[in-house]
């Protein structure tokens, strides 16, 4: 990786706010911080650079809010939330990559673009909820929320019950020449939070938001295509990609074709629920025009900006 390159660092959710922990704006801070490691790696090494992220865990803490204040003040639509969440985390981001780039005495400009992204406003996402948000819980909570709170409820496999919403595919980004100008200029962009605001073109040409989350892997390969990026850098709570995941026979990947990688998505080796949208995401990204996509875990980006760590996909 000596040449300069654009490159996509998508961070997961859990980048920000860990399962583990109750997720106060403290912890979020220190996590976010920590979570600057690989990209600092990348920006020494002079790459363009567009960082996106998740909002799974703070996207439902948000709706609860709405919810429990609904008697007090005004409810907020999940799309407007969406955008709440894109400009308080890349507030965080982008305050701790200043900062973690001064005491390396860097200096690059740092921008976050409240991001829109186009979805088909009849895609079949929107009747049937996959998106996990907010916090985990056990079955019978789960289900007693369920029933009380009117929310539509999934088990996310080996980590609880999770509620549920719609979550249509990406196109495209609106602000797309916009953020390809500044990421030209040396500038790194933190743009399409938590996939980015849904929203779709009305027949006289106006932008309507949609109540829906965007999977943020998935308008990470949208983003990197849109700005033509050379590589994408899928950071999650893993450190390589692996086949029959959680079973005796557990096999991690060191390098994959994207044959491969489609053949092995095909046979359902990677769920819906967890690497499944990384690997179609990978997929997307390669077949418009990427290069190279890296799956690493958040505590190894450093060693994975360097190729020492994670899955290599390659075309």
Same mark, same amino acid.
């Given at each position: ?8 660092? %998508?961070? !997961?959710?859990?980048?920000? $706010? *860990? ?5 106060? &704006? ?15 790696? #990348? ?66 400009? @740092? ?8 979805? +088909? ?8 909820? $996959? ?10 909570? @789960?289900?007693? #929320?369920? *029933?009380? *709170?009117?929310? /539509? ?26 953020? *390809? ?6 500038? /790194?962009?933190?743009? %399409? ?11 006289? =040409?106006? #932008?309507?938001?949609?109540? @829906?989350?965007? +999977? ?11 700005? !033509? ?5 899928? #950071? ?36 819906? =629920?967890?690497? !499944?949208?990384? &690997? ?15 799956? %690493?875990?958040?505590?190894?980006? %450093?060693?994975?900006?360097? =190729?020492?760590?994670?899955?290599? &996909?390659?075309?």
């Amino acid at each position: 990786m000596n040449e300069k390159k654009t490159i996509v660092v %998508a961070l !997961g959710g859990n980048a920000i $706010t *860990q399962q583990d922990e109750e997720g106060n &704006i403290y912890q979020q801070f220190a996590n976010t911080r920590r979570s600057m490691a690989g990209v600092l790696e #990348l920006v020494e090494m002079g790459h363009r650079l567009l960082i996106t992220h998740g909002n799974g865990p703070q996207i439902g803490n948000e709706m609860i809010r709405v919810e429990l204040s609904a008697k007090v003040v005004p409810r907020l639509p999940l799309g407007v939330l969406v955008g709440d969440t894109q400009g308080g985390m890349g507030y965080m981001l982008e305050q701790c990559l200043l900062n973690v780039m001064h005491d390396r005495g860097i200096k690059r400009e @740092a921008a976050c673009i409240v991001t829109q992204m186009l979805v +088909d406003r009849n895609d079949p996402a929107l009747k049937n909820p $996959t998106k996990f948000v907010g916090p985990f819980y056990d079955k019978p909570r @789960a289900e007693e #929320l369920a *029933q009380t *709170q009117g929310w /539509i409820v999934k088990e996310d496999p080996g980590r609880g019950w999770r509620r549920v919403v719609p979550s249509p595919v990406p196109r495209e980004i609106v602000a797309k020449k916009a953020i *390809q100008l500044l990421v030209e200029n040396g500038v /790194i962009v933190i743009a %399409a939070g938590g996939g980015g605001i849904p929203v779709y073109l009305e027949s006289n =040409g106006w #932008l309507e938001g949609v109540d @829906a989350v965007i +999977d943020k892997d998935l308008a990470s390969a949208v983003l990197g295509n849109g700005v !033509g990026a050379d590589e994408m850098v899928i #950071l999650t709570g893993i450190d390589k990609v692996a086949l029959n995941f959680g079973k005796p026979n557990q096999t991690f990947l060191d390098r994959l074709t994207a044959a491969e990688a489609r053949k092995y998505l095909s046979e359902g080796q990677f769920p819906a =629920g967890s690497m !499944g949208p990384k &690997i179609q995401a990978a997929l997307n990204f390669l077949e418009n025009g990427g290069k190279r996509v890296v799956i %690493a875990s958040i505590e190894q980006s %450093a060693a994975a900006a360097h =190729g020492r760590a994670g899955t290599v &996909i390659v075309a």
